[in-house]
């Protein structure tokens, strides 16, 4: 049994490498010329837009590489199948059950790769490839900006904070920065605008060139008018980390599944809409398993008959799965968004049906091939 592990996998992995390889080789061309165009708007030197390709090749192959174990697991079910050796094997005692237990190890195995480099490595590679583009571009990176929520709980009740950020930097600074203080009454009572901030280790924002509007409490026994005060550095405790401000700024894609949990739950402890950032949590901690959908979905592939068709037509048969689990995972998650579906339900109702369909098909081939 250990040879026929041995010659399975070899197979296997040495085909989804190919493949994969041949994907990012593709799409890193076409975000270099996409890049290189840019860099000629821009003046910059063409080492740069390779670069740029490169900082999003992780990020590539996180999305890809499901789609390469499918395709590259069909390529060698599928040649196994049309020169017999599969036949060889099964003839030799390589049961159904037991071929289905060697691919479900390799799909394992394959789902950790790709949780590794879809919760490490991609997500640092797509900030830094963010704020390399900030950075050559000479400005800061804005996005749309983005508004975050804080509440307190005082002596005298409890304070709501809106808080406002324009753009991050490269150097992990911000700008831009508003900050609404809400007393207990819901009446605004301070207003604090900075042209820059960086944020402590102990979560202190540190505000430059700041200017704090504070107003008087509606019902003030001796009211007021309101009060203007110019600060060069202002101290402002908060619980917001540069993580949550990070998170909330950058593209989804630059956040861990952790990153993504903590942001969720903090948006949801602050009343705010957090469905979507829920179901892409859910969608990034399910999506490694479906490289164990993948090899399930091209398993049957090794008990169709040999005049069944080329080893090609299944390849392409493999490609079509592939597009159509990336469209209804896509679908899933919109129609989730829209309908309020349960956000773990919408991320893995894709890779329960495509697995549900890959088990039917090869119980179907087993019993009557």
Known sequence: MKTVRRLLYRDIVASVAFVAVAFLSLFFFIDFVEELESAGRSGRAAWSAALAAGFALPGHFYELFPIAVLIGTIYSMSRLAQSSEFVILRTGGLGPGRALALLAVLGLAFGFTTWLVGDY???????????????????????????????????????????????????GGMSGIRIYEFDPTGHLATRIEANEARIGDDGTWTLSKAKAMHWPAPRAESPSRMRIEVHE??????????????????????????????????????????????????????????????VALALPFAYTHARAGSVSLKVFGGIMLGISFVLLNNLASHMGLLRGWTPWVAAATPSLIYLGLSMAAFAWLVRYR
């Open 121 to 171: 490595v991609a997500p640092a590679s797509e900030r830094q490839g963010v704020l390399f583009k900030a950075r050559n571009s000479g400005k800061d990176y804005s996005g749309a900006g983005v508004w975050l929520k804080e509440r307190r709980s005082t002596p005298q009740g409890d304070f709501s904070y809106s808080v406002n950020v324009q753009a991050t930097n490269p150097l």
């Open 233 to 294: 550095t202002l101290k402002w405790p908060s619980t917001l980390t540069v993580g949550m401000v990070t998170a909330a700024v950058l593209p989804v894609g630059t956040m861990t599944t952790a990153e993504l949990w903590r942001f969720s739950r903090h948006l949801s402890s602050q009343e705010q809409a957090a469905e979507g950032h829920e179901i892409q949590f859910w969608k990034k901690a399910l999506y490694p398993l479906a490289c164990l959908v993948m």
